[in-house]
């Protein structure tokens, strides 16, 4: 079972940006994807983008396709969320997950604890 | 507005069978598997049954899965109160080339 924990809870001005961090314990980390999932409040979850640490390269959803970047720091086994242009809409819980199978599973059994980040003036 | 559409809202007395029924199209449900997650208040969702009707080990068969077309459902059987919490539905989407998930169905028991 890998142990994911995320960063603390965030409070970001509208424009700004904010970076939530997601380390990875008790895995494969190079080899595991890495998804973000967000979940607005009282709304569903909504899938943002996946990262491979060993490819380096992320895929987004074409929704936040220019505002996300999601990169990932094998040395200590992290990976990040960067949200950009932020508004009152992305106030949300931030999940990292891994889907089990591949960048392209929905077979998501490992999540951090979730960080919630508030966007208000 | 998500991909996938639910119910609101589904309710059962204890001892009954539930049944939460997830609505898609060809591009992900119609052409992938369903995959059902349990989420309680305050926590990461739990996944509950992958390849439209496998359960993953601890999950108790009481919960049992089927796809049909373009839709999918999971039925719950012997409700129990501890059943309460928010199911979501997903599937990948190959026109969208990412997971989509459905707005959550919230289970009330009786």
């Known amino acids: ?121 | 507005q998500s991909v996938l559409t639910q119910s609101l809202s589904a309710s059962g007395t204890p001892g009954q069978r539930v049944i939460i029924s997830c609505s898609g199209s060809s591009s992900n449900i119609g052409s992938n598997s369903v995959f059902w997650y349990r989420q309680l208040p305050g926590t990461a969702p739990k996944l509950l049954i992958y390849n439209n009707n496998q359960r993953p080990s601890g999950v108790p068969d009481r919960f049992s899965g089927s796809k049909s077309g373009t839709s999918g459902s999971l039925a719950i059987s012997g409700l129990r109160s501890e059943d309460e919490a928010d199911y979501y539905c997903a599937a990948w989407d190959d026109t969208l080339t990412g997971p989509v998930f459905g707005g959550g169905t919230k289970l009330t028991v009786l």
Do not use: H
């Open chain 1, 1 to 121: 079972q890998v142990q994911l924990v995320q960063s603390g809870a965030e409070v970001k001005k509208p424009g700004s940006s904010v970076k939530v961090s997601c380390k990875a314990s008790g895995g494969t980390f190079i080899s595991d994807a890495i998804s973000w999932v967000r979940q607005a409040p009282g709304q569903g979850l909504e899938w943002m983008g996946v990262i491979i640490p060993i490819f380096g390269t992320a895929d987004y959803s074409q929704r936040f396709q220019d505002r996300v970047r999601i990169t990932a720091d094998e040395s200590t086994s992290t990976a990040y969320l960067e949200l950009s242009s932020l508004r009152s809409e992305d106030t949300a819980v931030y999940y990292c997950a891994i889907p089990y199978g591949g960048s392209n599973s929905v077979y998501y059994d490992d999540w951090g604890q979730g960080t919630l980040v508030t966007v208000s003036s």
